[in-house]
C-alpha cells in the first residue's frame, strides 16, 4: 500500500499479486499463518481487486484482481466486478478503471461508494511500461495519520452585471484549491475531482440555486440568478467542502465566504 501511495503502482501491482505465493496450500504454507482469519480474509479481497487500509478508515486501496469476473451480493444489490486478462498467479497491471461507468483514476475508494456502485470495470495489461493510471499525485492512496489540507480561493468579481427581470444562468467566478503549507506537495493545485466542493449563495437574503462544475483544476460557479428588479443586489457566496474527501479525516478547509454587488440592468455589460 505504500507503493499505492508514492505513484509506483506498477510495483504495488506487482507485490500484490506476488503476495499469496508463499502461502500455498499445505501445512507449511497458509494453515496455522491465517491470523484467525484475517488473512484468507485479504485474499478474497484482493483477488477481488480491492484490499482494507487503515481499520476504521472506510478506505480500500485498488490492486488488479486475479478473476476475470466476480458478483457480489451487497444487501439487496449486486456488484459487479470485470478484468478481461485476469490472471491468478501472473501479474497484471491496471491500465484503467471505470466505476458505474465512470473514470476512476484514484488508488483507492471509500468504503460506501464501492457499496453504492454497481460496477468495476478493469482494464489490464501484463506489463507495467507506459500506464500511467494511479501515477498523478491526486490518486494516490490518502494518508490517513497526514490527511489532505487544502488552501482554498474564490474568485467573484466584487460587482458584476446581469439582465434586468429574467431569470439566467450566471457564471459568478471561480473557485480553486492548493495544498496547504507544511503539507506535501504544498502549494500544489488540488484536482476537482479530488476536492469536491459545494457552494450555498444568498441574494437580499434569499437563497439562490448554485452550483460548482468542475473545470480540471478549479471548479465555475454558475448561479440559477432568478428575475430582478432594475438596481443593485447584496450577494453572499459560501464555498464548503463536499462530503468526506478522505473517510475519517477532518475538515480539509474551513469554509470560504464572500460578498459582492449584483447590477441588474436592461443592457448588462459584457
Given amino acids: 500500500m505504500a507503493l499505492q501511495r508514492s505513484g509506483s503502482t506498477g510495483q504495488g501491482q506487482r507485490r500484490a499479486g506476488r503476495q499469496p505465493q508463499p502461502l500455498p496450500r499445505h501445512p507449511g504454507g497458509g494453515v496455522g499463518n491465517d491470523d484467525l482469519g484475517t488473512l484468507s480474509s485479504w485474499y478474497?479481497?484482493?483477488?477481488?481487486?480491492?484490499?482494507?487500509?487503515?481499520?476504521?478508515?472506510?478506505?480500500?486501496?485498488?490492486?488488479?484482481?486475479?478473476?476475470?469476473?466476480?458478483?457480489?451480493?451487497?444487501?439487496?444489490?449486486?456488484?459487479?466486478?470485470t478484468a478481461a486478462g485476469a490472471h491468478e498467479s501472473l501479474p497484471r497491471y491496471t491500465r484503467s478503471l471505470s466505476v458505474d461507468g465512470a473514470k476512476h483514476e484514484a488508488t483507492w475508494i471509500d468504503v460506501n461508494d464501492l457499496r453504492r456502485a454497481t460496477s468495476l470495470n478493469y482494464e489490464l495489461s501484463s506489463t507495467a511500461d507506459g500506464l500511467s493510471w494511479g501515477t498523478a499525485r491526486d490518486a494516490w492512496l490518502p494518508s490517513t495519520s497526514?490527511?489532505?489540507?487544502?488552501?482554498?480561493?474564490?474568485?467573484?468579481?466584487?460587482?458584476?452585471?446581469?439582465?434586468?427581470?429574467?431569470?439566467?444562468?450566471?457564471?459568478?467566478?471561480?473557485?480553486?484549491?492548493?495544498?496547504?503549507?507544511?503539507?506535501?506537495?504544498a502549494g500544489e493545485a488540488i484536482a476537482s475531482w479530488r476536492l469536491p466542493v459545494q457552494a450555498t449563495l444568498t441574494v437580499d437574503g434569499?437563497?439562490?440555486?448554485?452550483?460548482?462544475?468542475?473545470?480540471?483544476?478549479?471548479?465555475?460557479?454558475?448561479?440559477?440568478?432568478?428575475?430582478?428588479?432594475?438596481?443593485?443586489?447584496?450577494?453572499?457566496?459560501?464555498?464548503?467542502q463536499a462530503g468526506g474527501v478522505d473517510r475519517g479525516a477532518p475538515e480539509v478547509f474551513a469554509p470560504v465566504t464572500t460578498s459582492f454587488?449584483?447590477?441588474a440592468s436592461a443592457r448588462p455589460a459584457k
Fill in 44 to 81: 478474497v479481497m484482493a483477488t477481488l481487486g480491492f484490499q482494507p487500509v487503515t481499520p476504521g478508515s472506510g478506505l480500500l486501496a485498488l490492486n488488479s484482481p486475479r478473476v476475470e469476473a466476480a458478483t457480489l451480493r451487497l444487501g439487496d444489490k449486486s456488484l459487479t466486478i
Fill in 206 to 240: 434569499q437563497p439562490v440555486p448554485v452550483r460548482a462544475v468542475a473545470k480540471g483544476d478549479s471548479r465555475e460557479l454558475v448561479a440559477s440568478l432568478p428575475a430582478l428588479k432594475g438596481g443593485k443586489h447584496q450577494a453572499v457566496l459560501t464555498v464548503r
Fill in 146 to 185: 497526514a490527511p489532505l489540507k487544502a488552501d482554498v480561493t474564490a474568485s467573484v468579481k466584487a460587482s458584476q452585471d446581469v439582465h434586468l427581470k429574467k431569470a439566467t444562468e450566471h457564471t459568478l467566478g471561480t473557485v480553486s484549491a492548493v495544498r496547504s503549507a507544511g503539507t506535501s506537495g
Fill in 261 to 263: 454587488q449584483l447590477f
